[in-house]
Each structure stands twice: as C-alpha cells, then as structure tokens.
C-alpha cells in the first residue's frame, strides 16, 4: 500500500509520573498529481456582433 501516515504521539504525566502512553494514526492515499494539466482550457474568444 502506497500510503501517507500521519502519527500523533501523547503522554500523560502524574505527579511526574507517566500514567498514559497513546498515539493515533491518519492514513491518507498517496497523491497522484504530477503538476501538468489535465484539463483542456480553450481559449475564450469574444462573442462576434452582427
């Protein structure tokens, strides 16, 4: 699997003392985009008077 994870890492202290150890994880997909165009815009022209 191609994915992206984004960790989160918590403790909880007490007293100095650590009570609680978590972490949590977001898996996003990997990004297919490449930087080039994918949509073809054509070129506006204006509207001819008759």
Same mark, same amino acid.
């Given at each position: 699997?191609?994915?992206?994870?984004?960790?989160?890492?918590?403790?909880?202290?007490?007293?100095?003392?650590?009570?609680?150890? @978590?972490? #949590? *994880?977001?898996?996003?997909? $990997?990004?297919?985009? !490449? @930087?080039? #165009? *994918?949509?073809?815009?054509? $070129?506006?022209?204006? !509207?001819?008077?008759?």
């Amino acid at each position: 699997m191609n994915e992206r994870a984004i960790v989160t890492f918590a403790v909880i202290k007490k007293n100095g003392i650590v009570t609680n150890v @978590g972490r #949590s *994880t977001i898996l996003q997909p $990997k990004t297919n985009f !490449k @930087g080039e #165009s *994918t949509v073809k815009w054509y $070129k506006d022209t204006k !509207k001819r008077s008759e």
